[in-house]
């Protein structure tokens, strides 16, 4: 078989024996066209019968052939061999070759050059170098390439071919099988062209795309986070995602919600902070999930999320100017109309007293109307209080919770205690309104859906974090899944979220639903500590 030429071989001087090694064992391609045209040119001039130099290797070799000739033309590949020093009649080709290129076995080497003349014009200077340096160094020939079959296709061949030398270092036969890859090719281009596809849609689309292993390192980070953190994707690539990015005391939560993905697969929705190449935070709303392999164990993480800093300082902004607005109006209903409906309810009691010393019968119409009164004032400290239900001083958030847990009690006529065992001081206004608020619906959710019978509200604090518990014994939460949580969940979520806490709500042990509402103490103390 003719690898080995272009259409000139036959007209230079045969390389001469002795001269292999002053040929560079790593050629160019001039001087590898050079050695191939030479060698082509051994094979072409010598049609007559084989040279003497070693009888019984060339038998041994001959008997070889025979015996796996049938053998080799069974492979689904072309195989072939070819002696240097011999006439094309020496060389085969199995007859897979009809069925790759179109050619029959005789078409194919009754041209020595048809090899070399069909392979892809873009492959020939590469096929050219590797196969003289095969030549030189005598190493395997281990490549991909085309070929162009009769009938104009383009046929993908992995080729590996190897030479054989005499004893005396000349080159005495080459043989290999070439397999035809074209659809592991075709399938190898489509892949990566919906890889192309994956990765276009990665870097165009606006929100932030991470992928991760299942031990938490960067695989894949899109241009969005490349945009958002300052880092490119050769930064952080291999890197721990929490070892990078997140803040100190969000690295366990970060990994408790790795293995809850590994061991149920299931979505995890959540919001952490991105740490920037600028040292700046970023507050980002991530839903992460598991992509699991083929034996349904976890391959990768996929984490998407979005940006929502400044959402999250516009909707705080509104937040503090509607509790500011809302205090207001609570000052105003307290000091202002309640202290004018008291001075009317004093003034009509005092002339309620002088028609009844008078012994006047409108004394008594009078006395209707000192009772309205009273009763508007109550409703109008109700209303004040509604609105402005912590009183502004350290101890108004205990002040609250105890003052609600007996309204519970009063109202409902079912158990609600308050316990707080050390003093928590909470200097921060809103950060105590926000803990007011996730307690009062917790009980009421507890109250309306759980129908419980004894509710427990906690209040502590431990290594620079408070927690606010709300424990019952009523029927429970069945799915605490985010798409399946009603409004009140969310507005305590996201109360939690402004105060720089998080919320957990879980089942109870045996049953009922525990709410736990873990914030930062920064702006609070406890009384012990403080003495």
């Known amino acids: ?37 030479e060698l082509a040119g051994v094979f072409a001039s010598n049609n007559s019968a084989p040279a003497t130099s070693d009888p019984s290797a060339e038998a041994h070799a001959s008997n070889l052939e025979a015996r796996y000739r049938a053998l080799l033309e069974q492979i689904p590949a072309v195989v072939f061999m070819a002696y240097l020093d011999r006439g094309v009649s020496e060389a085969y080709v199995s007859p897979e070759i009809e069925a790759a290129l179109g050619y029959s076995r005789e078409d194919w080497l009754e041209d020595p050059v048809r090899w070399y003349a069909r392979i892809h014009p873009d492959d020939k200077q ?58 592991l090719k075709g399938t190898e281009q489509a892949l990566q062209q919906e890889r192309n596809v994956v990765s276009a849609i990665l870097d165009t689309v606006g929100a932030l795309v991470t992928v991760l292993d299942p031990n938490g390192r960067i695989v894949r980070f899109n241009r969005a986070c490349e945009l958002t953190t300052g880092f490119t994707l050769e930064d952080v690539r291999g890197r721990y995602i929490w070892d990078h990015f997140l803040k100190s005391e969000e690295v366990e939560r970060a990994r408790s919600i790795l293995s809850q993905l590994s061991g149920d697969l299931l979505p995890q929705d959540f919001q952490s902070h991105w740490i920037t190449r600028h040292n700046t935070h970023r507050l980002i709303a991530w839903s992460c999930s598991m992509l699991p392999g083929n034996d349904g164990t976890p391959n990768y993480i996929i984490a998407t999320g979005i940006d929502i800093t400044e959402r999250e300082q516009l909707e705080r ?33 005092v002339h309620e007293a002088k028609l009844a010393e008078k012994q006047i019968v409108d004394a008594a ?108 014994d009523g029927a429970g939460i069945q799915d605490n899944r985010s798409s399946n949580r009603g409004m009140g969940l969310h507005i305590m979520s996201y109360r939690a979220g402004m105060i720089g806490g998080r ?21 609070a103390c406890l009384e012990g500590k403080n003495e």
């Open 1 to 37: 078989m003719a690898l080995l030429a272009q259409t000139e071989w036959g007209d230079r001087p045969t390389q001469r024996e002795g001269e292999w090694n002053n040929v560079p064992m790593s050629p160019d391609l001039g001087e590898a066209e050079a050695l191939l045209l």
């Open 365 to 472: 119409d009078a006395a209707k109307i000192v009772k309205l009164v009273n009763e508007a004032i109550h409703k109008t400290r109700e209303l004040a209080r509604g609105l402005l239900p912590v009183v502004s001083d350290a101890q108004g958030l205990m002040s609250a919770l105890q003052l609600w847990a007996g309204e519970v009690e009063d109202l409902f006529g079912i158990s609600c205690r308050f316990e707080c065992e050390t003093a928590v001081l909470i200097h921060d206004d809103a950060m105590a309104t926000h803990l007011y608020h996730i307690a009062q619906e917790a009980v009421n959710n507890a109250i309306k859906h759980g129908h419980a019978c004894n509710i427990l509200i906690r209040l502590s604090a431990e290594n620079g974090w408070g927690t606010l518990l709300i424990n019952d």
């Open 126 to 183: 590469r096929w050219s170098i590797e196969a003289a340096s095969m030549f030189l160094s005598g190493k395997p020939l281990r490549s991909s390439y085309r070929v162009m079959a009769r009938d104009g296709r383009v046929v993908w061949f992995h080729c590996d071919a190897r030479m054989v030398r005499r004893p005396d270092g000349s080159p005495w036969f080459i043989h290999g099988v070439a397999f035809d890859i074209s659809d």
């Open 503 to 523: 919320l957990d709500v879980r089942p109870g042990v045996p049953h009922g639903t525990c709410v736990t509402c873990l914030f930062p103490m920064a702006d």
């Open 317 to 349: 902004a509104l937040l503090q100017i509607s509790a500011r607005e809302q205090r207001r109006i609570g000052q105003d209903l307290h000091d202002g109309l309640g202290q004018h409906l008291t001075g009317i309810a004093f003034m009509a009691k």
